[in-house]
T-cell receptor, first 114, second 115 residues
Framework: ETGVTQTPRHLVMGMTNKKSLKCEQH?????MYWYKQSAKKPLELMFV???????ENNSVPSRFSPECPNSSHLFLHLHTLQPEDSALYLC?????????????FGPGTRLTVT | AQSVAQPEDQVNVAEGNPLTVKCTYS??????LFWYVQYPNRGLQFLLK??????LVKGSYGFEAEFNKSQTSFHLKKPSALVSDSALYFC?????????????FGKGTRLSVIA
């Protein structure tokens, strides 16, 4: 349960605000991910980092800016968001980005954009 | 392209009865298949995966899933449901031939176990 932590758990922000989401993994993994979870839609992969290098950007708008200073920490910087960006943002990690590696998820940040 | 379908948004089952949560997939090659569960206010938790070998895979909390290549399915099952199994269940797939492309998740199926 505490392998992947995310802060804050809840965030309400206006469209002109700048905020950051933080993720930390204590599993010794090398790969980290950001996902967006909206109601009744499949999980949307946003970004993938492997050994601190971004390996996947799934056509995410530039108002979302990831940062991975080391293999244990991942940030998602938010600015000028839209109401449709309201969702649960999940961070995950895995040993590597290999095909059979299962991912371990944090509890998510519930974001509301007003 | 790879895709996964969970045809049921909601499954209701009485406590003690067997449960099945359905998943079908589409890949050009052979699949790696995963099931995850999401309890309220939590992230997804890994349940089990099929890589190769025995078509019946056993996972956490008494769950199992059966890989059926001819039907392109990977249904999740449990012989006797518990109220605590009530959660959101996600199936995911990756094509063996896709290199390191990311997992593709289904939309999820909400399981309600009624006492």
């Amino acid at each position: 349960e505490t392998g992947v932590t995310q802060t804050p758990r809840h965030l309400v922000m206006g469209m002109t605000n700048k905020k950051s989401l933080k993720c930390e993994q204590h599993l010794g993994h090398n790969a980290m991910y950001w996902y967006k979870q909206s109601a009744k839609k499949p999980l949307e992969l946003m970004f993938v980092y492997n050994f601190k290098e971004q390996t996947e950007n799934n056509s995410v708008p530039s108002r979302f800016s990831p940062e991975c200073p080391n293999s244990s920490h991942l940030f998602l910087h938010l600015h000028t968001l839209q109401p449709e960006d309201s969702a649960l943002y999940l961070c995950a990690s895995s040993q590597d980005t290999g095909q059979v590696a299962e991912q371990y998820f944090g509890p998510g940040t519930r974001l509301t954009v007003t | 392209a790879q895709s996964v379908a969970q045809p049921e948004d909601q499954v209701n089952v009485a406590e003690g009865n067997p449960l099945t949560v359905k998943c079908t997939y589409s890949v050009s090659g052979n699949p790696y298949l995963f099931w995850y569960v999401q309890y309220p206010n939590r992230g997804l938790q890994f349940l089990l995966k099929y890589i190769t070998g025995d078509n019946l895979v056993k996972g956490s909390y008494g769950f199992e899933a059966e890989f059926n290549k001819s039907q392109t399915s990977f249904h999740l099952k449990k012989p006797s449901a518990l109220v605590s199994d009530s959660a959101l269940y996600f199936c995911a797939v990756r094509d063996i031939r896709s290199g390191n492309t990311p997992l593709v998740f289904g939309k999820g199926t909400r399981l309600s176990v009624i006492a």
